[in-house]
């Protein structure tokens, strides 16, 4: 199996984001490893999720997608205030590449992106809670309240996962409640 891969971030044309996304799909055919369920994990609820992404990044292995996330942005809230959100779902590696830093590099790469001039204040990534010493270990903080997003038709949900904030713009995490306006990613 080779050894390198490259990173694509992928917003060209509708058709390239298509084509990305159906390389996630791909991924996606795999079983994700999870926590035992026991009803209470906000994976075993089902809710309407954004989609697609804004844009993606794509970790290939020559012609082979072997990572992904999808990468959305949007106008939120943070303690009432209004504030440009970006938001990191769907992150994937194939099991036959997982801790050879694909999905570091997919996170890197987005935030990179995000943290262009005209993008987020922040970044949001929703958890599996054995995962959050990974992301604290590439700068993320643990959100100090649970966010709120929004499932048809205008109902409020609080969010159960835990719930990752990175700054884009410097300075520390926010605090206080985060509202993203809208379905989660």
């Known amino acids: 199996m080779p050894t390198s891969f490259r990173v694509e971030i992928c917003r060209t044309t509708p058709q390239r984001v298509e084509d990305c996304l159906a390389g996630w799909r791909a991924i996606g055919t795999y079983e994700a490893p999870r926590s035992e369920g ?20 794509v970790v290939w292995s020559g ?12 106008d939120g809230r943070i303690e009432g205030r209004p504030t440009r959100l970006g938001g ?16 570091t590099a997919a996170i890197r790469a987005a935030v990179r992106e995000l943290s262009r001039p005209s993008g987020p204040d922040v970044a949001l990534f929703f958890a599996h809670e054995a995962h ?8 993320w903080t643990k959100a100090t309240e649970p966010p709120l ?37």
């Open 63 to 74: 012609e082979d997608p072997v990572g992904f996330t999808g990468v959305f942005e949007r």
């Open 88 to 103: 990191l779902g769907g992150l994937a590696t194939h099991p036959a590449w997982r801790h050879r830093g694909i999905a």
């Open 38 to 57: 026991n009803g209470e994990d906000a994976d075993d609820v089902r809710f309407e999720w954004a989609y697609p992404p804004d844009y993606c990044v």
């Open 149 to 185: 997003f929004r499932q048809p038709p205008d109902i409020c949900v609080v969010a159960e996962a835990p719930t990752l904030v990175l700054p884009l713009r410097g300075g520390p995490a926010p605090r206080g409640r985060i509202d993203l306006c809208g379905l989660p990613w």
């Open 132 to 139: 959050v010493p990974w992301f604290e270990h590439l700068g």
